[in-house]
């Protein structure tokens, strides 16, 4: 664990989750970012008091665990929202069904909401969405959150726990951020979000020849916030390391305004 700075990206990561545009088509459930973006036009210092939160805890290194923390940081910095569980694990008997992500209370209307997050990036291939992890799939990641998280709240012995803490939950409500790499074909399902971020991809031994920076993990959700004063390297440079490390890298290029993989020749079979 790190404790995070004071400084600019936790103000831009978190502007960033506030406005960026959902990653998935929410319908039938609803879309936490709705609320979030709602309390920050209500109230525009929301993110830098989001941030000073932010910089007093402790923050994951691993990069899901810290996009739940910025939510987290979000909702108990809002006047409008109200943390009121995170992380609740639900057990029948011996057996443990899962965990709720977060409950909201939204204060204006009094409703108690289950929120499922997601921060996910997926390339397109025709037979699949594949994350840089090929073993991580879109499909998979959807029919997850749809089938299981989401309808978890209302199982019975979820309504039994949250009945003894004298809760009720009135509704559930989706999360996601991330990006879509596209290259040559994708499969339609499952439903994107109409405006969803967008990259490129491509296998390394088909590069042009460009001027390049790898975006460490970190800085995925916002690549244009990374490191201006890495170094960029040439193609030929960037091929032998990309298939060193066996995996995708995110890069930034002289010539794409949008961030973009490099995949190696064993991608996504490996």
């Not at 890298?249 to 010539?255: A, D």
Request: with cysteine.
């Amino acid at each position: 664990m790190i404790t995070a700075p004071v400084n600019g990206s936790l103000h831009g990561q978190l502007s960033w989750l506030v406005q960026a545009p959902s990653l998935l088509a929410c319908p039938p459930y609803a879309d936490a970012g709705l609320q979030l973006q709602r309390e920050w036009q209500r109230d525009p210092g929301l993110i830098n008091r989001a941030a000073e939160w932010l910089a007093e805890t402790s923050q994951p290194q691993r990069l899901g665990l810290a996009f739940e923390q910025w939510v987290a940081a979000l909702v108990c910095a809002s006047e409008g929202l109200e943390l009121v569980e995170r992380n609740l694990p639900i057990r029948d008997g011996q057996t443990t069904l899962g965990e709720l992500d977060m409950l909201v209370r939204d204060l204006e209307s009094g409703k108690l909401w289950h929120w499922e997050l997601a921060l996910k990036f997926y390339l397109g291939t025709p037979e699949q969405w594949y994350g840089p992890n090929s073993r991580d799939t879109l499909e998979r990641k959807h029919k997850h959150l749809f089938e299981q998280q989401l309808p978890r709240s209302l199982l019975p012995a979820s309504r039994k726990l949250l009945a003894q803490r004298g809760l009720k939950v009135n509704g559930q409500a989706l999360l996601t951020r991330g990006r879509l790499f596209y290259r040559n074909g994708h499969p339609e399902e499952p439903l994107r979000h109409p405006h969803h971020e967008r990259g490129w991809w491509l296998p390394a031994r088909t590069l042009p020849q460009q001027r390049w920076r790898i975006i460490e993990k970190k800085n995925w959700p916002t690549p244009s916030m990374s490191d201006k004063s890495t170094t960029f390297i040439d193609t030929p440079e960037l091929i032998d390391y990309v298939e060193a490390q066996s995996r995708p890298l995110m890069v930034c290029s002289t010539l794409r305004p949008e961030p973009g993989f490099i995949v190696p020749v064993s991608w996504p079979h490996a």
